[in-house]
Structures are given as structure tokens and as C-alpha cells.
Nanobody, 116 residues
Framework: QVQLVESGGGLVQPGGSLRLSCAASGFTFSVYAMAWYRQVPGKERELVATVTSVLGTTNYADSVKGRFTISRDNTKRTAYLQMDSLKPEDTAVYFC?????????WGQGTQVTVSS
């Protein structure tokens, strides 16, 4: 079955960096686009970035453009989110997501806290 496991979250000071990883299994990773979302308690889940399967074309939310970089390594079946110049408003639980057919699959999430 599909499994997505995020890691790499933690506590970081404003201006710092983190790299999140999403290890995938149970499906043909290389043929599907992948996405990162984030969610703050009491708010809707927000799309952060997407990366397509073959060409690796990327898209970003305006709030993270120029600071975050999404990538993927199909040989390792892993998607990444490099987050630089972090701000307190980036504090959230970050999830990776796979859309396959009519189904959405989510990982368990990893907490990112940006605070001094």
C-alpha cells in the first residue's frame, strides 16, 4: 500500500534553514507528481509546492517563492523541500501528498517551528 513518511522537521530560528524529506513506497514513484502542503491549527491545509514526475517542473505558493525549493530523487523514491530564510509564519505541520487517480494520499506530517 502507499506509504509516505516525512522527516526533517524541528525548531529553527528565523532566517534559518531546514530540509524536509518524504520517503515513498507502495507505488511507482517516478510517474507521479508530488506535493508539499502545510497546516496551522484552525486553518485549512495550504499548498506549498509541487514537482512533476518526469520533467521535474516546479510550482510554489507566493508566500514561499524564492525561499523554498522542492525537488525529487526518483532513484531514492524521495521528495524534498529545502526551506531557507525561514519566518515565524512558516511554522506549521508539513505534509507530503500524492494524488493518484481519484485518491489523495498523505503522510503523517512533520512539525516545523520557527522561533527565536
Amino acid at each position: 500500500q502507499v506509504q509516505l513518511v516525512e522527516s526533517g522537521g524541528g525548531l529553527v530560528q528565523p532566517g534559518g534553514s531546514l530540509r524536509l524529506s518524504c520517503a515513498a513506497s507502495g507505488f511507482t514513484f517516478s510517474v507521479y507528481a508530488m506535493a508539499w502542503y502545510r497546516q496551522v491549527p484552525g486553518k485549512e491545509r495550504e499548498l506549498v509546492a509541487t514537482v512533476t514526475s518526469v520533467l521535474g517542473t516546479t510550482n510554489y505558493a507566493d508566500s514561499v517563492k524564492g525561499r523554498f525549493t522542492i525537488s525529487r530523487d526518483n532513484t531514492k523514491r524521495t521528495a524534498y523541500l529545502q526551506m531557507d530564510s525561514l519566518k515565524p509564519e512558516d511554522t506549521a505541520v508539513y505534509f507530503c501528498m500524492l494524488k493518484r487517480g481519484i485518491y489523495d494520499y498523505w503522510g503523517q506530517g512533520t512539525q516545523v517551528t520557527v522561533s527565536s
